[in-house]
């Protein structure tokens, strides 16, 4: 698998990262270690957790499978805090207590000394910012974490954060969702982390699977949106104008005689400022199915017709005048 650099850091990581929010939930222990293994053998590196998924357990079941099963320094570990919530002073949130508290159960959990990829899950409306990144500057001080990013942040958020970092630990990564189907982040997200140098690690780049075509008849029954905790999740992408995307997401992958979930994974993994989209699967099956995705290059008449067809209105200022 091709490698690319996070930002402007010297991390290099792959061009696909390995989601684990079921795991320890939908996704049993001898089921994620089937998938690490597939995905370290396709020379897969960067594998994104975070303390809220699945109550932590995400990060005790890959926390397991280091080490014996793969090799700790094969793998770019990420990780989030500030969204996890615990009875207590440092239940949750960006403040420095609270995020280095969060910081040392994500360390006991995954059973490491250090992560790679520390990440804030979401922007902390109570917290000053400086006092955030300042705990960030820490952390990395202390060597329990290499490198900074952050998610599911907006454009001025984005470039707050980064302009106001400090050069011990500059953001290099923000993971926001952005998929043919979600393009609102091309308005001022995007724009503000190639200005600051940042990686961008789209979540749910396949439109939360509705973009692999699955639901184009109806709602498999051993699929997310026959569930009753995913259903609501995946319906916001079932819309008029989804379909029309899905359609041509699936006439492109018939042209080229591979899957739409190739095509759409490939349309995303291709766009400016992309480091690595996150692929979560349900099975080692699925997860087969994005890895092909490696060997797909869309052709230049088919990146722009995608382009086309799932284009979004920008205005003032940031069409400019």
């Known amino acids: 698998m091709e490698k690319r650099q996070l930002g402007r850091s010297g991390l290099r990581v792959s061009r696909m990262a390995l989601g ?28 994104d957790t975070a303390d809220i998924y699945t109550e932590g357990e995400s990060e005790r079941v890959l926390g397991a499978l280091l080490g014996d099963l793969v090799p700790r320094d094969d793998i770019v570990l990420a990780t ?50 400086d006092e955030t990144l300042a705990a960030l500057e820490y952390a990395v001080s202390s060597g329990k974490v290499r490198y900074v990013g952050v998610s599911n942040y907006c454009g001025w958020q984005l470039a707050t954060a ?22 609102g982040v091309d308005r001022e997200v995007v724009p503000a982390a190639e ?45 008029d104008r989804a379909a029309r995307i899905v359609q041509a997401v699936a006439t492109a992958a018939d042209g080229l005689g591979t899957s739409p979930l190739a095509v759409a994974l490939a349309w995303v993994r291709d766009r400016p400022g992309v480091v690595a989209p996150v692929v979560g699967a349900r099975d ?10 490696e060997d797909i290059t869309l052709p230049p008449a088919i990146r722009s017709a995608l382009d086309d067809v799932s284009a979004i209105e920008v205005g003032y200022p940031e069409r400019g005048l």
């Not at 949130?93 to 159960?105: D, V, W, Y």
């Not at 360390?107 to 902390?124: F, K, S």
């Not at 789209?202 to 009753?228: E, M, N, Q």
Request: no cysteine; aromatic share 6%.
């Open 80 to 129: 989030k805090a500030v969204a996890r919530r615990t009875d207590g002073p440092f239940g949750g949130g960006a403040s420095r207590g609270a995020l280095l508290s969060a910081l040392e159960g994500s360390l006991r959990r995954l059973g490491t000394d250090h992560i790679d990829l520390w990440q804030l899950h979401a922007w902390d409306t109570t917290v000053p910012v």
């Open 284 to 293: 080692t099956g699925q997860l087969t199915g994005s890895l092909t995705a």
């Open 20 to 47: 684990t929010m079921t795991w320890g939930g939908d996704t049993d222990s001898e089921e994620a270690a089937s998938q690490l293994v597939a995905f370290v053998d396709a020379g897969g590196t960067l594998v």
């Open 195 to 239: 200005h600051h140098g940042i990686g961008i690690l789209p979540w749910a780049p396949l439109g939360r699977g509705v973009l692999t075509g699955k639901y184009r008849t109806g709602t498999p029954a051993d699929s997310r949106g026959a569930s009753s905790v995913y259903a609501g999740y995946v319906e916001h992408h079932r819309t």
């Open 162 to 183: 980064a302009a106001r970092g400090s050069a011990v630990a500059p953001l290099v990564s923000t993971q926001v969702e952005y998929s043919l189907l979600e393009r």
